[in-house]
């Protein structure tokens, strides 16, 4: 069993930053392509942010978030950070952390079998 759980969001002004922990426990928790996701009311869930497993050092990014979000590991690799700087009102939405034993590469396409709870992010203007 693998378990996923997030913490962090909250409430910010335009401009303002926020971070985002995800943790995964269970069965090999370091050996996982780790994802974050977002969903904001009336769009489809999309990706924001993968990372790779630590040996292959690859992240992806969508577009609407290049150079203002980073994704990393901690020191534990089990543990994955998203630190979102410069946040628009169109950021908001519900994240959500997810991981896969899915490869490398590509990750906004694999497939992501564990999912967090969720987490709301608010931005106002």
């Known amino acids: 069993q693998v378990q996923v759980v997030q913490s962090g969001g909250g409430s910010v002004q335009t401009g303002g930053s926020l971070t985002l922990s995800c943790v995964v426990s269970?069965?090999?928790?370091?050996?996982?392509?780790v994802a974050w996701f977002r969903q904001a009311p009336g769009k489809e869930r999309e990706i924001v942010s993968a990372?790779?497993?630590?040996?292959?050092?690859?992240?992806f990014y969508a577009d609407s978030v290049k150079g203002r979000f980073t994704i990393s590991r901690g020191r534990a690799e089990n543990v994955v950070i998203l630190e979102m700087q410069n946040l628009k009102p169109e950021d908001t939405a519900i994240y959500f952390c997810?991981?896969?034993?899915?490869?490398?590469?590509?990750?906004?396409?694999?497939?992501?079998?564990?999912w967090s709870q969720g987490t709301q992010v608010t931005v106002s203007s």
């Open positions: 269970g069965r090999k928790p370091s050996d996982k392509v």
């Open positions: 997810a991981a896969s034993n899915g490869p490398d590469y590509m990750m906004q396409l694999v497939k992501y079998e564990y």
């Open positions: 990372i790779s497993r630590k040996a292959y050092g690859r992240e």
